[in-house]
């Protein structure tokens, strides 16, 4: 029998040649087609696999931000079509009967695309983090690990204060104790 790892890996999702690092042009529209050709890729393989959809899910999202660097943003067009996306396949992630040493995993790459995405395309992904970790402990470990970057980035401080893609994850899953310490700034 296959493992979900060795499943997913053998699997050939189709958006995946699509969105590579400056993938698209200048024009807005096949981008925005392809955008919506992924997501309706990932939710039909959801219907039967939950955990690969999930995986499909991750990966597009890790691809979608430089794959659409070069392309025409000015319209707003493009950035609603990926806050469509990530608003049908935030659940598919969520939802997916993940354990920890597979969700866990995923939370770290989508981390590392909140943070390099420097069109800020998937910037809305940390208000879904709570959601993510699917369960409040790790929403727990998640925000108590974030709220020290967190912490410096709100600081009202003249000279200790900063910009932090993972602010807004760590605001989504909180705890008494992240509490305490944004309060405390």
């Not at 691809?63 to 707003?76: F, H, I, K, N, Q």
């Not at 369960?135 to 690990?145: F, I, M, V």
């Not at 910009?163 to 989504?172: E, I, M, V, Y």
Request: with cysteine; glycine share 8%.
């Amino acid at each position: 029998m296959m493992s979900e790892t060795a499943e997913a890996c053998a699997y050939k999702w189709e958006f995946k040649a699509r969105f590579r690092r400056h993938a698209f042009g200048w024009r807005s529209q096949p981008a925005i087609q392809r955008v919506k050709q992924a997501v309706a890729e990932v939710k039909k393989v959801a219907r039967k696999d939950p955990i690969l959809a999930a995986e499909g899910a991750v990966a597009f999202i890790e691809r979608v931000s430089p794959a659409l660097e070069r392309v025409d943003s000015s319209s707003g067009a493009v950035g609603t079509a990926v806050n469509h996306a990530l608003i049908e396949l935030v659940p598919v992630i969520a939802n997916a009967p993940a354990d920890i040493e597979v969700r866990g995993p995923w939370l770290e790459r989508l981390l590392e695309a909140l943070q390099a995405d420097e069109m800020p395309y998937i910037e809305g992904l940390g208000d879904h983090w709570g959601e993510l970790c699917a369960s409040a402990e790790l929403a727990s470990s998640w925000a108590d690990r974030l709220v020290g970057a967190t912490r410096l980035a709100l600081n009202p401080g003249p000279k200790i204060h900063g910009q932090f893609p993972g602010t807004s994850a760590c605001l989504s899953a909180p705890t008494m104790r992240s509490y305490f310490f944004i309060g405390r700034l």
